[in-house]
């Protein structure tokens, strides 16, 4: 994938972003001159550009940057620190290929000063999330959260430290998720009807979908209806619970829960042997056992 940072200030996520994927990022677009991030992109010896958004002017900004996005081949767009709304035009053209990195556990505090807000709630716990991009103000679908403590002692500072850390480990790993095709919106009616055919219900959640993929996978596609009709049936069954399995460190549940669900693997690669599909079963966890040992060990 060929990646492509926008940033308006100190570009800290940017620099995870290069350190996680070295050679990936092609552009860094900044719409202010001085931000912070430009000059990290120079240091990497990155095509850094500003393009000025000047008041009523997102219809030339989002051009120049679409122009950028063609020239150098862009695939994947991520939003780090980028403080500006972009056109439905623009995010539905970028649909399921633009991220966004936000500092809470949305929907809760979306837009500016979302530690603060947090703070003022009273809220015991904060985090980040990454979401892909649509034309709503924090509102696309979510890939991943974390989560972290709100001490009685924070500032909006330490707090936003605090949660910097995490969206340092989160990005990357929506990144990885997003390329492995595990993480996509919501599928709409059309999209389900374009890859399951006329069998598809008109509504289905990316996790149905994703049990779905992996019975294509496993060469069990007569078990796709039941997994998207939400119906018993037993191989249908192990889709879901190793799809569940294979992505419980993206939670923000605690660290303990995600041991539990992790503990899970041996019965359910029993259930697997039972139904011959233990190599499929294998395959499958070990897409993400590596992202599993980074995060909780
Ligand atoms: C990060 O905390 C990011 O989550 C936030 O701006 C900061 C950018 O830091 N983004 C938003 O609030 C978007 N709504 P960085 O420039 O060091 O990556």
């Not at 015991?124 to 403590?149: E, N, Y």
């Not at 939400?230 to 605690?254: I, S």
């Not at 697997?272 to 992202?291: C, K, P």
Request: proline share 7%; aromatic share 6%.
């Amino acid at each position: 994938m060929t990646l492509a940072v926008l940033a308006s200030g100190r570009g800290s996520n940017l620099a995870a972003l290069l350190d996680a994927f070295p050679g990936d990022v092609r552009l860094v677009i900044s719409d202010k001159p001085d931000a912070a991030a430009l000059d990290r992109a120079r240091e990497a010896g990155i095509t850094a550009a500003h393009v000025p958004f000047p008041k009523g002017g997102r219809a030339t900004f989002e051009a120049q940057v679409q122009a950028l996005l063609d020239t150098h081949g862009v695939t994947l767009v991520l939003l780090a620190g980028f403080m500006r709304l972009l056109s439905a035009d623009f995010t539905g053209r970028w649909r399921g290929r633009i991220l966004n990195i936000h500092p809470s556990l949305l929907p809760a505090f979306p837009g500016l000063h979302a530690q603060q807000q947090a703070l003022d709630a009273g809220a015991a716990w904060s985090g980040c999330t990454v979401h892909f991009v649509d034309a709503g103000m924090d509102t696309g679908d979510i890939i991943l959260q974390k989560r972290v403590p709100v001490l009685r002692s924070d500032t909006a500072d330490t707090l936003a430290a605090r949660i910097l850390t995490a969206e340092h480990e989160a990005y990357p790993q929506a990144v990885r998720l997003v390329r492995a095709g595990l993480a996509f919106p919501r599928p709409t009616p059309d999209d389900l009807r374009a890859e399951f055919g006329d069998q598809a219900p008109p509504h289905a959640s990316v996790r149905q979908v994703r049990a779905a993929r992996l019975l294509q996978q496993w060469g069990r596609p007569e078990a796709v209806p039941a997994v998207l009709a939400g119906a018993p049936h037993p191989v249908a069954a192990l889709a879901l619970a190793t799809d569940d399995l294979r992505l419980a460190w993206t939670t923000d549940a605690p660290l303990n829960e995600r041991h539990a669900t992790w503990a899970d693997r041996a019965p359910l690669r029993a259930r697997a042997q039972a139904l011959h599909l233990a190599e499929e079963f294998d395959a499958a966890v070990h897409v993400t056992a590596h992202e599993w040992e980074r995060t909780t060990l």
